[in-house]
């Protein structure tokens, strides 16, 4: 077997355009492996665990693309790099026509766009906050995808939207759906009279398919980021969200969804949305039940209770076609048919999730059930793996952990 490495110095592709190449290389002929990324720290130790590396790595940086191929003899190499060489061309063509007008600046964008109100901001997170910036200044909404933003720089660009009476969605907001559009990943949810604010993606793409699923629709799914409620940050965003949310005709129920804030920014969020005239769900996974209920708000333990809520709180809507607890535990359903294919030496949980907020709800409800689970997440320093590579007894592991992607 042989291997070769390629750099291509300050070419920037997004992450989800460099896994959907990555696959597409490895369906190539000859080639046994295929890794397309950019050269970051965690990509470059990536390659070195998967034995894709030389010294040209070292070379490597953050806004470098990096095209490291497996392939089993000499001969392969050159005809594979060259098939990949084309993808590549193909993947910048077909960008190139879908608009006549490629942005090649913010401000060259923002004239020829006037009329638009929402940036989304999607490049390396050491630019990240200057581009969103900018966003601000005139006056746009915006919404930020990159991750690696400095948490001063978050407050200092909140501070800037909340004065200017704008969303800053984010950093590291991986989902939103404004007047319909979606932004980022998002799922086709149809229109309805249920409005979210949720500083976890995971949580609120689960929250909005549910409600779908359960024959209801969304006003706004607004993202906050993170960190939004964390201690520093204050809980600017939610905030926002929900005053914009109160103010809105068209949205009659309210959705809050985060992992438990800090505490004196949880009193703030609460107390703030017990002022609203509208029904409030609250879903802060973790969470006291006895403090949310304190401000007259409708709790919720998971996410799929808070959608349940929600949609039985809209006016004129009845829940139809979704009911996971049959699924799952009826005679013949789900659990018994998976129970079947095991045997008898088979006696612990292994979870696999690709969102934190979805494996903590797991976490969560697996405990009551099971005692101590382990995970690369935080929920629980008692029960954190030392390797996420290795399970100790009852593991879930959450595939979506900075250390994976």
Request: net charge negative; aromatic share 6%.
């Given at each position: ?26 369906l ?17 130790n ?75 901001v ?84 689960q ?64 107390a ?9 769900v ?45 699924e799952?535990?009826?005679t ?10 095991m ?15 979805l ?22 320093a ?24």
């Open positions: 077997m042989k291997h070769k490495i390629i750099i291509k110095k300050n070419s920037y592709y997004d992450s989800v355009s460099l896994m959907q190449l990555s696959d597409k290389a490895k190539l002929p000859n080639v046994l492996d295929a890794v397309i990324s950019m050269g970051t720290e965690t990509n470059i990536f390659l070195k665990d998967i034995d894709l590396f030389d010294g040209h790595l070292d070379t490597a940086g953050p806004n470098d693309l990096v095209i490291a191929i497996r392939v089993e003899d000499e001969r392969a190499l050159e005809s594979s790099s060259k098939l990949i060489e084309n993808l590549l061309n193909q993947k910048e063509s077909s960008e190139q026509k879908a608009s006549e007008d490629k942005p090649v600046s913010f401000d060259y964008t923002l004239r020829k766009n006037a009329d638009a109100n929402m940036v989304l999607s490049i390396p997170g050491e630019y990240a906050y200057y581009e969103s910036k900018k966003g601000l200044i005139a006056d746009k909404h915006v919404m930020i995808f990159s991750d690696n933003v400095s948490v001063e720089q978050e407050i200092q660009l909140k501070e800037m939207a909340v004065s200017k009476g704008l969303l800053l969605m984010g950093p590291d907001c991986g989902t939103a759906i404004i007047n319909g559009v979606p932004l980022a990943f998002a799922n086709v949810i149809p229109q309805g009279q249920i409005g979210i604010v949720g500083a976890s993606g995971t949580g609120s793409q929250v909005s398919s549910l409600i779908a699923r359960m024959g209801s629709g969304i006003t706004q799914l607004i993202g906050t980021g993170g960190r939004d409620l964390s201690e520093a940050v204050g809980g600017k965003m939610m905030l926002l969200g929900i005053d914009a949310l109160n103010e809105d005709p068209k949205t009659k129920v309210i959705v809050l969804i985060s992992k438990p804030p800090a505490e004196s920014v949880m009193e703030k969020v609460l703030s949305a017990s002022k609203c005239s509208k029904p409030v609250v879903c802060f996974l973790g969470g006291r039940k006895d403090v949310i209920e304190k401000y007259k708000l409708i709790a919720a333990d998971n996410l799929e209770e808070a959608a349940l809520k929600a949609v039985q709180l809209a006016p004129g809507k009845t829940i139809g076609g979704y009911s996971s607890e049959n799952l535990s009826a013949g359903g789900l659990a018994e048919i998976e129970k079947a294919k045997n008898s030496n088979q006696k612990y949980i292994r979870g696999l999730y690709a969102g934190g907020t494996c903590d709800e797991s976490i969560i409800y697996l405990r009551q059930i099971f005692g101590t689970i382990y995970s690369n997440t935080t929920i629980d008692g029960t954190k793996l030392t390797d996420s590579r290795i399970s100790m007894r009852d593991t879930i592991i959450d595939l979506g952990d900075e250390e994976f992607t």
